[in-house]
């Protein structure tokens, strides 16, 4: 059974850091590309960043560009790196992984769903 479990959200100060990590188990994601996405209350869920299968390739939301870093070690598990954290970044974050190797935006895209962690940014 696929199983995605996020932790290390929490409340932090406007210009603060967190570090999200994400496990994974129940297939080898070492071979799947892997994803972070957010939802804010009202908002539909967005995509906020990706990192291909062997940590090669990387994208962003322009939003969080030169702000959060996405990556992941061999055993399983992606981190993403939020620095300079803004009020607007308030949102529960997901991680997510495809069927196929797909590590685009779109949320359709993806198969495997975490829980959920959630990220408060005070201003």
């Known amino acids: 059974q696929v199983q995605l479990v996020e932790s290390g959200g929490g409340l932090v100060q406007t210009g603060g850091s967190l570090r999200l990590s994400c496990a994974a188990s129940?297939?080898?994601?070492?071979?799947?590309?892997m994803a972070w996405f957010r939802q804010a209350p009202g908002k539909e869920r967005e995509f906020v960043a990706s990192?291909?299968?062997?940590?090669?390739?990387t994208a962003y939301a322009d939003s969080v560009e030169g702000r959060f870093t996405i990556s992941r070690d061999t055993k399983n598990t992606v981190y993403l790196q939020m620095n300079s954290l803004k009020p607007e970044d308030t949102a529960v974050y997901y991680c997510?992984?495809?069927?196929?190797?797909?590590?685009?935006?779109?949320?359709?895209?993806?198969?495997?769903w975490g829980q959920g962690t959630q990220v408060t940014v005070s201003s």
């Open positions: 997510a992984s495809a069927r196929t190797n797909y590590s685009g935006t779109y949320v359709g895209g993806y198969d495997y």
């Open positions: 129940g297939r080898t994601f070492s071979t799947y590309a």
């Open positions: 990192i291909s299968r062997r940590g090669g390739s």
